[in-house]
């Protein structure tokens, strides 16, 4: 059974920094292609930040030089480094390994 958990979740100022953490044995690794997603209060699951199998990285455009998305596989661990924070990134993030799930980490951006 694959379980993902996030953490790094929390409250920042606009322009403060945040890293996401999603910690997942038998799934974070070089063999599947994973991601971050956010959902805004009253707006659908975007994808943020996602990474292949072969490590190439894509980005929504709101993020890009913003945002970098990274693994360990030694560690099975994915990461989401969000610099420059807005009060548009305010949402629940999510991490995604292959079919699995997180539960969701609040990330809120607020002066």
């Known amino acids: 059974q694959v379980q993902l958990v996030e953490s790094g979740g929390g409250s920042v100022q606009p322009g403060g920094s945040l890293r996401l953490s999603c910690a997942g044995s038998?799934?974070?690794?070089?063999?599947?292609?994973m991601g971050w997603y956010r959902q805004p209060p009253g707006k659908q699951r975007e994808l943020v930040a996602g990474?292949?199998?072969?490590?190439?990285?894509n980005y929504v455009d709101s993020v890009k030089g913003r945002f970098t998305i990274s693994r360990d596989n030694a560690k099975n661990t994915m990461y989401l480094q969000m610099n420059s924070l807005k009060p548009e990134d305010t949402a629940v993030y999510y991490c995604?390994?292959?079919?699995?799930w997180g539960q969701g980490t609040q990330v809120t951006v607020s002066s």
């Open positions: 990474i292949s199998s072969g490590g190439s990285r």
């Open positions: 038998g799934c974070i690794s070089s063999i599947n292609g």
């Open positions: 995604r390994c292959a079919v699995y």
